[in-house]
């Protein structure tokens, strides 16, 4: 195990680097100038020149790369002279909008998109699994119709729908809670499950419909293996065949199916985070696409890129922990 983790890690390594060279390469590739975009219409040569060798665009695209990279290790020193800014580690560079340092914006952004990103997966790993459990040991009776055409229903509906909907039932017409804003959970731990609860149930009941078809088939599967029929003849009670032995080996399509959504909710849900005004990283990475601005984007492409690959690899070394038979 010890030296699958650690190729696994290398393999990380690998993709993040490879994924910063492409992303990039776009977009410094593409016909914009970042250079005049920042120095606005007015602009003389002079000025044009300086921006572009503070940004450093004057040097070869490989150069620009591997300062671009060795910066996130051990910080740079951008431009020279009187204009020289040092950027500290990790260092992904200044946006171009506000000239704030791209990591203390993502940093800023990051609590409220894992805030809702893990009280969203905590409703829908719930909601998921018990429905699709339900089905799988109903097979074929009313339960299983009625939870199945129920998930498939969820699962249709846009989550910009699920969102106004649930707007305009639980706030403008019952006023059972307060219209979603971000509250720091150290601040207070009550205001900000309430002011989240709404978004975390519009990424919830979508995620959850899709949780609940996977686990009933997998659980279908499983319980008709042997080991489950061997289970039963020994006079097992049925929470222990059903919990310890078909839900714990029915779980790794769950697992996959985790990882790479929490992975990727982590890195900003970019319509909920708009519908109800929250500012993170989702709302973030869409401002930044509005405006041109690279290297918020790119560093948001890292960041999302790191999230999704390191919870694959969480994932994997699970596998072994869930199902003992991994392992070998």
């Known amino acids: 195990m010890i030296l699958y983790t650690l190729r696994r890690l290398a393999g990380v390594i690998g993709v993040l680097i490879a994924v910063a060279a492409v992303t990039f390469t776009i977009f410094y590739v593409l016909p914009s100038d970042p250079a ?25 695209l490989w150069r620009q790369f591997w300062d671009f990279l060795s910066g996130i290790f051990t910080g740079r020193t951008m431009g020279s002279g009187h204009y020289a ?10 946006s171009y909008e506000n000239s704030e340092a791209v990591w203390d914006l993502l940093m800023d952004r990051l609590p409220v998109s894992a805030s809702l990103a893990l009280g969203a997966a905590v409703l829908w790993l719930a909601l998921g699994l018990s429905a699709g459990v339900a089905a799988a040991l109903r097979k074929d009776t009313l339960t299983d119709r009625v939870l199945m055409v129920g998930a498939v229903g969820a699962a249709s509906l846009p989550v910009y729908f699920t969102s106004m909907m649930l707007i305009y039932g639980l706030i403008r017409v019952a ?3 307060p219209y979603p804003s971000y509250v720091p959970f150290t601040d207070d731990p009550a205001r900000w499950a309430s002011n989240l609860l709404l978004p975390w149930l519009a990424l919830a009941i979508l995620y959850a419909a899709m949780y609940a078809r996977q686990s009933r088939s997998s659980m279908i599967e499983t319980m008709a293996e042997p080991y489950i029929r061997t289970a039963r003849a020994k006079g097992l009670p049925r929470r222990t065949v059903v919990v310890k032995h078909g839900l714990r080996s029915g779980m790794t399509p769950i697992l996959t199916l985790f990882g790479m959504d929490l992975g990727g909710l982590l890195a900003g849900a970019v319509i909920t985070e708009s519908i109800f005004g929250l500012p993170g990283i989702g709302r973030l990475f869409y401002g930044a696409l509005s405006t041109g601005d690279q290297p918020v984007i790119l560093g948001v492409t890292l960041l999302a890129a790191t999230f999704i690959v390191v919870a694959n690899l969480a994932v994997d070394l699970l596998y072994a922990v869930v199902d003992p038979r991994v392992r070998l």
Do not use: V
Not at 36 to 60: N, Q, V
Not at 85 to 94: A, D, E, N, R, S
């Open 36 to 60: 005049a975009a920042a120095c606005g219409k007015a602009c003389s040569a002079d000025r044009l020149a300086a921006i572009r060798s503070h940004m450093g665009l004057d040097e070869p």
């Open 85 to 94: 800014l040092h950027c500290g580690f990790p260092c992904l560079g200044y």
């Open 175 to 177: 006023g059972l809670l």
